[in-house]
């Protein structure tokens, strides 16, 4: 009903939801708000992709899931909250790795990707995938008190652009022993939220070709502004959409 009542969305637009698909890689801390406003707003499928179980150190900042969940599958655990949520909500669980092999199938039945894996791996093959079969995503990166987050759309930059190579292994190891508020976590993932909604409306502004981050701790929010990288190797101007690079 707050939907419909809102005049960019209505009627039309809650149909448009509801025969809208949106893959979801990785139920975790980002994952987990996104999954949950998705399924609040009426998207009609919801991909759920991850391979881990529940573990009690994951509920600080993972709200798909409860104590009552720990030991099952991250899958199976969104599946429950999210049809407890909405019934009608179809729920695609995928609870494996995605990989190399399997990531071009997968996406294909998708209208948007939100990224909510937690390394680098796994970010970069979304962002070298989306990019190649042109689908639009969303990004999103949270450590500690801080969190980034954008949007691609074909012609925008693309991860690559502004992080052309996976950080080195000291970095990542101090990254895993900074810990994550939990709650920034939860407003990365709305905004990710938020982003599909919009495209799928095709309704305001994305956050293509900007860097949005987040400084919890001084509760500050910065735009930051970047144009695709012409030499990019994934998106770049001699890259063709059947040879992107990456994986």
């Known amino acids: ?101 399997n990531i071009d199938s997968i996406i294909a039945e998708y209208d948007f990707i939100i990224d909510g894996s937690d390394n680098f791996e796994t970010k970069y093959l979304i962002n070298d995938a989306c990019v190649k079969n042109e689908k639009p995503f969303s990004h999103g990166g949270v450590v500690a008190f801080r969190g980034q987050t954008f949007t691609y759309t074909p012609g925008s930059f693309c991860y690559r652009c502004i992080f052309p190579e996976p950080p080195s292994a000291e970095f990542i190891q101090n990254c895993r022993g900074d810990g994550i508020l939990g709650t920034v976590a939860g407003i990365v993932g709305t905004i990710q939220a938020t982003e599909a909604i919009k495209f799928l409306l095709g309704k305001g502004s994305l956050l293509t070709d900007r860097l949005l981050t987040i400084d919890a701790m001084a509760m500050e929010f910065q735009n930051i502004e970047f144009s695709r990288n012409h030499d990019c190797s994934v998106c770049g101007d001699k890259i063709s959409s059947t040879n992107a690079g990456g994986y």
């Open 1 to 101: 009903m707050h939907h419909i009542v809102l005049k960019d969305i209505g009627g039309e637009g809650q149909r448009k939801l509801l025969a809208s698909k949106v893959l979801i890689i990785g139920a975790g801390g980002l994952g987990s708000p996104s999954a949950l406003y998705l399924a609040a707003a009426g998207i009609g499928t919801i991909g759920i992709a991850d391979d881990d179980k529940v573990e009690l150190s994951n509920l600080q900042r993972q709200i798909l899931h409860t104590t009552s969940g720990i030991g099952s599958k991250k899958t199976d655990s969104a599946n429950k909250t999210l049809t407890s949520i909405n019934p009608d909500v179809r729920v695609t669980a995928y609870p494996h790795r995605i990989n190399e092999e």
